[in-house]
């Protein structure tokens, strides 16, 4: 399976630029995914493809990457980024997530 | 208004079954594949199962497979997981997930049925 590798935590101040970064462990093209999670909800869907924005998602969100490097910038961050951050792959099967990375704001 | 609304969960013995429903509104069911998705406690998501738009193609994970069944019923908008054999590592919340048929990015979730195996 493709191992999806992310840093576990980070701690920002508002206003500050953020990047989390997901590394595989083979390529994935640019079939990447990024996921918010905030405690208690459901997953929600921020970019596809990479660095396509889903529909109502905040510009201050974007994403870059293909290969096996890929990144997910909040700038400027604002308090109700408080979150979990999931990356995805579905170029490879079976389709997997990263282990997460959670975001504080200071 | 997109909405997946999941049922059918609750503590189980090991080695029982349950089944879970999701329903599913505000779009066209059909023209999408759907997917499980769980997240066991404190820990991070992992996929389940899918299956395609028709109900024809299923796929799961290793450690489901011969144990859990997805299907559908595209009359009634309604994605199923059937699960037997359960084991305590199956302790998880289940989420349904709608799937791109293209790209196979989950782009609307539900809120999450959540499943206890244990005696």
């Known amino acids: 399976d493709t191992v999806l590798t992310q840093s576990p935590a980070l701690a920002v101040s508002p206003g500050e630029r953020v990047t989390i970064s997901c590394r595989a462990s083979?390529?994935?093209?640019?079939?990447m995914h990024w996921y918010q999670q905030k405690p208690g909800q459901q997953p929600k869907l921020l970019i596809y493809?990479?660095?396509n924005l889903e529909s109502g998602v905040p510009a201050r969100f974007s994403g870059s990457g293909s290969g096996t490097d890929f990144t997910l910038t909040i700038d400027p961050v604002e308090a109700d980024d408080t979150a979990t951050y999931y990356c995805?792959?579905?170029?490879?099967?079976?389709?997997?997530f990263g282990s997460g990375t959670k975001l504080e704001i200071k | 208004e997109v909405q997946l609304v999941e049922s059918g969960g609750g503590l189980v013995q090991p080695g029982r079954s349950l089944k879970l429903s999701c329903a599913a509104s505000?779009?066209?069911?059909?023209?999408?594949?759907m997917a499980w998705v769980r997240q066991a406690p404190t820990k991070g998501l992992e996929w389940v199962a899918s299956?395609?738009?028709?109900?024809?193609?299923?796929y799961y994970r290793d450690s489901v497979k011969g144990r859990f069944t997805i299907s559908r019923d595209n009359a009634k908008s309604t994605l199923y997981l059937q699960m037997d054999s359960l084991r305590s590592e199956d302790t998880a919340t289940y989420y349904c997930?709608?799937?791109?048929?293209?790209?196979?990015?989950?782009?609307?979730w539900g809120q999450g049925a959540s499943v206890t195996v244990s005696s």
């Open positions: 997930a709608r799937q791109d048929p293209g790209i196979s990015v989950m782009d609307a």
């Open positions: 505000g779009f066209t069911f059909s023209n999408y594949d």
């Open positions: 299956i395609s738009t028709g109900g024809g193609n299923t």
């Open positions: 083979e390529s994935v093209s640019t079939l």
């Open positions: 493809l990479a660095s």
């Open positions: 995805q792959q579905s170029w490879n099967d079976p389709p997997t």
